[in-house]
């Protein structure tokens, strides 16, 4: 049962500032981010969509960086595999959904399969646009992606 997030978390800081709202505020960046804007760039073929199962991942290198192409709800999202905090490969990190804010013994599911946890320090990011989910600004760096018409995934690089 979701109840009102405003009364949940009375003097949080948590970076989003020190209203009970911080929780609900970082959930709404995360919703409201932006996916990766189209770009001019050079096409990476990375494999055929057919080799990225649902809920599957695709390591590719480009040159001396790497990518990750990830596969959530049919879609493809692709990630510069180096976490912005410390420089990890952010791509191996597991997948997982979370949490919003509630009260004990309450579970409010949020962002399923679709939140990468970086394998180094946990930092958390939203495959789907690379928001962070630590702090108001943090993101991933990402790269828009297409499925071209052989059947390809493509990334714009
Ligand atoms: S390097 Fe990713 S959280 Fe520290």
């Given at each position: 049962m979701k109840t009102n997030n405003n009364q949940k978390t009375p003097g949080l800081d948590c970076g989003f500032g020190s209203e009970n709202k911080a929780l609900d505020y970082a959930f709404q960046l995360v919703e409201e981010a932006a996916p990766p804007k189209k770009r001019e760039g050079r096409d990476l073929v990375v494999c055929s969509?057919?080799?990225?199962?649902?809920?599957g991942r695709r390591t590719v290198a480009d040159g001396k960086r790497s990518i990750g192409v990830f596969r959530i709800g049919g879609q493809f999202y692709a990630l510069l595999n180096v976490c912005p905090h410390m420089g990890a490969p952010l791509c191996v990190g597991k997948l997982h959904g979370t949490h919003r804010p509630s009260e004990v013994h309450e579970y409010d599911p949020a962002f399923h399969g679709r939140i990468l946890r970086c394998p180094w320090h946990g930092w958390e990011f939203d495959v789907m646009t690379g928001k962070g989910l630590y702090d108001r600004h943090g993101r991933a760096a990402t790269f828009p992606v297409r499925v071209d018409s052989h059947g390809d995934v493509v990334v714009t690089v």
């Amino acid at each position: 049962m979701k109840t009102n997030n405003n009364q949940k978390t009375p003097g949080l800081d948590c970076g989003f500032g020190s209203e009970n709202k911080a929780l609900d505020y970082a959930f709404q960046l995360v919703e409201e981010a932006a996916p990766p804007k189209k770009r001019e760039g050079r096409d990476l073929v990375v494999c055929s969509a057919t080799e990225i199962p649902e809920g599957g991942r695709r390591t590719v290198a480009d040159g001396k960086r790497s990518i990750g192409v990830f596969r959530i709800g049919g879609q493809f999202y692709a990630l510069l595999n180096v976490c912005p905090h410390m420089g990890a490969p952010l791509c191996v990190g597991k997948l997982h959904g979370t949490h919003r804010p509630s009260e004990v013994h309450e579970y409010d599911p949020a962002f399923h399969g679709r939140i990468l946890r970086c394998p180094w320090h946990g930092w958390e990011f939203d495959v789907m646009t690379g928001k962070g989910l630590y702090d108001r600004h943090g993101r991933a760096a990402t790269f828009p992606v297409r499925v071209d018409s052989h059947g390809d995934v493509v990334v714009t690089v």
